[in-house]
């Protein structure tokens, strides 16, 4: 089930979680909306618990790896708690290095309206 004609998924991923595996599970939920012919997804990690926000180091690492995952297919909103936050923004230039298009956001209704500004509507 789409949000609207953009293809727009979504995928939550909350409560106590471990970081490389939270990347992994995000890194699937690409791949299979990707797959499915999603052009967006929102990735909602607002309620995540015992992670702490990653260094510039493990930030690139994760999303070279949702790149990959991604393979230019989608579009990637990512939904989280404001210290995970960089202000400079380094994981989304880092993501379009590798070739994913995508953005950071606080809250889902800021990530939904980015993605509908940057996909055009499915034919």
């Known amino acids: 089930a789409w949000t609207d004609e953009r293809r727009i998924a979504l995928?939550?991923?909350d409560g106590p979680q471990v970081l490389q595996p939270a990347a992994e599970r995000i890194a699937a939920?690409?791949?299979a909306a990707a797959d499915a012919g999603?052009?967006?997804l929102v990735v909602d990690f607002k309620d995540v618990e015992g992670i702490d926000p990653p260094d510039l180091a493990m930030r690139q690492i994760v999303v070279r790896r949702w790149?990959?995952?991604?393979?230019?297919r989608l579009h990637l909103a990512?939904?989280?708690r404001e210290d995970f936050i960089d202000p400079e923004r380094f994981a989304v230039v880092a993501a379009a290095?590798?070739?994913l298009v995508?953005?950071?956001f606080e809250n889902q209704a800021e990530a939904l309206e980015w993605l509908r500004s940057v996909l055009p509507a499915a034919r």
């Open 11 to 13: 995928f939550r991923i």
């Open 29 to 31: 939920a690409i791949e």
């Open 38 to 40: 999603a052009k967006g």
């Open 67 to 72: 790149a990959e995952a991604a393979r230019s």
């Open 78 to 80: 990512m939904v989280v």
């Open 97 to 99: 290095n590798f070739g």
């Open 102 to 104: 995508g953005n950071v």
